[in-house]
Every structure is written in C-alpha cells, then in structure tokens.
C-alpha cells in the first residue's frame, strides 16, 4: 500500500468511527442479554466512544428514556438473568411515524449507531429504522427461542434448555416412583428448538413440536407397548405450539389408562443466571456488535455457524425464516 492508499484509509476509518452508540434489548428477555450489553458497553469505552443505554427497548426509545452509560453502569450483571435494560414490546414503534420520533431521541442524544439485541421481531424493527432514516444498525440475536435465520446460536437458549432439563430431571425421578407419563410444556409457540435440544438433552420419549407432525394415538400405542414390556414412567416434551400440554396429558391418560401428570414450566424458563456458553459467547458477540458499529458497519447480525462467529445480512436475516434441523428430529425418534 502507498503512503497515499495508507492515508486515504486511515482518513475513510477516522470519519466513519463513530462517536456515539447505544444499545438496547428488546422483545422477550433472555440470560447473556446482560453479558451482551455489557461487552458493547465496555468496548465502546475501550474504544474511547460514548455509550448510550436505551431502558425498555423501542417503548424507552419513543420516551426518551436514554442514559449515558459508564462501566460501572454494568458492574455485577454478567451472572444475572434478565436485563438491567428492562425490554418491552412497544405496538406504536412498529408505525413509521413512530420509528420517526424515536429516531428523533437518538439525534437528541448525538446517537449514530445502535446495537439491537432481540428476537426476530426486534431485529425486524431495526431493519425498518435503519431503511428509512439511515442509521447504523447492528443486531444480535438475542431469544431463548432459537430462531434467528442465519445463525446457529441465540443469547439465552443454552440457559433456557439448562433450565427445562433440570426440572426434566426432577419430573423423572417422580414420574419412575409412581410408573406416571409426565408431560412438560416448554416455551416455543412457533419454533421447537428449545423443546427439541432440551428434550434430547433430556432424554424424552417424545418432543412435539410445531414444526412435525404427530399421531397422538400411535404415541398412545407405543407407551401402552412399552409399559407392558416393564417401562417405569415416559416423558413427553411438548413445545407450547403444538398444542396444549393440558390437552395432550388428559388424552394420553383417557386413552391408555396410565396415570398421566402434566407441568406446564412458564416463565421460569427465561429466568436464572446465564451458563458459561451464553455468557462467552454473549460477550463475543457484543464485543464484535460495538467494534462493527463504531467503525462504520451496519446492517449485519453477529452469530455463530458451526461453533465459529459469523456476521449476516440483517436484511436477510429478517427476511428468511429458521427451519428445525432435521438431524436433531431424526436424533430424538432415535434416541427414544
Ligand atoms: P422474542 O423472540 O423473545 O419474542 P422478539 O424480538 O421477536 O423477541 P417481538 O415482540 O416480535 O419480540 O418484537 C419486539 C418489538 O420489536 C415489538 O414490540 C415491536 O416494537 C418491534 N417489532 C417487531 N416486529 C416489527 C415489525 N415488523 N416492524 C417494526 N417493528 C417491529
């Protein structure tokens, strides 16, 4: 490189850092989501770039509820569920009058570039806003959900499989006293990711999902078979899209006459201290986010592929829609 190719770099670098960033989370919260805002904001700092926190989500954008954030302002979160951000779901954001107005705040502020760590929907919003004003935008996927079109990771979902496993372990243990099926209902209205890495984790019987079809009278059929070859108990992990685990228990037991209970598991899912694997890699990919962003990025989604950080077309990303992997339906028919 020539002296003047070297300069015209070094000067194309100095006028697209950025001198001020925000982040927010946004849709459902999930564990890491602390992690990952915490990486963006110390890395901002470390970068000698401000830092703003957006409280809320798009809700705190439309209100203003932006603060200057420090590295102090994200001491003691890393081992925290949730989000010292607080998200919300906001319907007026989802309106081009609204985009307009938030993104007015962030002028106030002197804001140029905005981290956005949600689901999909979230992700989807942030595309709108940077179409239409131009700002600088950079996603993480950030979802117990799983469902990021892209990548094979989301912030949360490691915690939350953690999570349904250990009561699928307890429900085993009661469930083998007393001979029972047990069905647990787990998050997940249109995608079964969750349901089927912790049931395969878990070692169910069956996971509905979704996504696959199923024949609840063959299910009946085969538990009935397996019972009378000496099977102590069977679990059945049902993702809450297809269908209600209430319904679901109350005919497996009028059909096979077995004790059948069901817990369904709520909210207890999104909650707890995040694992080691969403913590690191929460804290990559928020370091990745506010270096793409304070040196002139935008419009990409930091995930993984195959175990290795990867960045995507945000457009792409929000414009395609994650399928189950095959593999993994294969692997817990298998399995059980
Ligand atoms: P989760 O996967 O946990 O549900 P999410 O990010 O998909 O998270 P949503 O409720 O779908 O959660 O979206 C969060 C917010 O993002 C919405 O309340 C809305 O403000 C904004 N949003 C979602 N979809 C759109 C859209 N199509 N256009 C503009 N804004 C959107």
Redesign the pocket.
């Known amino acids: 490189m020539t002296f003047r190719e070297d300069w015209l770099v070094q000067w194309e670098r100095l006028i697209m850092t950025k001198k001020a960033i925000a982040v927010l989370t946004?849709?459902?919260?999930?564990p890491g989501m602390n992690a990952a805002a915490r990486a963006v904001v110390r890395t901002a700092i470390f970068e000698g770039v401000r830092v703003f926190g957006i409280y809320n989500?798009?809700?705190g954008m439309l209100k203003d509820d932006i603060v200057e954030l420090t590295t102090r302002s994200v001491s003691d979160i890393i081992q925290r569920g949730g989000t010292f951000l607080g998200t919300?779901?906001?319907?007026?954001?989802?309106t081009p009058e609204g985009?307009q107005k938030a993104y007015a705040n962030l002028q106030k502020h002197g804001i140029e570039g905005l981290v956005i760590i949600?689901?999909?929907?979230?992700?989807?919003?942030g595309a709108?806003l940077s179409k239409e004003t131009g700002i600088s935008i950079v996603g993480l996927p950030?979802?117990?959900?799983n469902?990021v079109w892209g990548t094979d990771y989301t912030i949360g979902c490691d915690t939350a499989a953690n999570t349904i496993v250990d009561s699928i372990n307890k429900l085993r243990d009661t469930a083998s006293a007393h001979r029972r099926i047990m069905v647990v209902e787990v998050m997940g209205h249109k995608s079964g990711w969750l349901a089927m890495m912790a049931g395969i984790a878990g070692g169910a019987e069956y996971v509905l999902v979704p996504e696959v079809k199923f024949n609840l009278n063959r299910l009946c059929e085969e538990i009935e078979e397996d019972y009378s070859h000496g099977k102590r108990y069977s679990l059945i992990v049902v993702a809450e899209g297809a269908g209600s685990a209430l319904e679901i228990g109350k005919y497996i037991e009028e059909k096979t006459g077995i004790d059948t209970r069901v817990s369904v598991l709520g909210h207890v899912q999104r909650g707890g201290s995040p694992t080691v694997e969403d913590r690191m890699k929460a804290s990559l990919l928020g370091e990745k986010a506010a270096l793409a962003i304070i040196s002139g990025e935008s419009n990409v989604v930091f995930g993984y592929n195959q175990g290795r950080p990867v960045s995507i077309n945000l457009f792409d990303a929000v414009d395609n829609t994650k399928t189950l992997n095959p593999e993994l339906v294969r692997l817990a028919r298998v399995l059980a």
């Open positions: 946004s849709g459902g919260d999930s989500g798009y809700k919300a779901r906001s319907a007026e954001f989802e985009r949600g689901g999909d929907g979230s992700l989807r919003g709108k950030g979802t117990i959900d469902d």
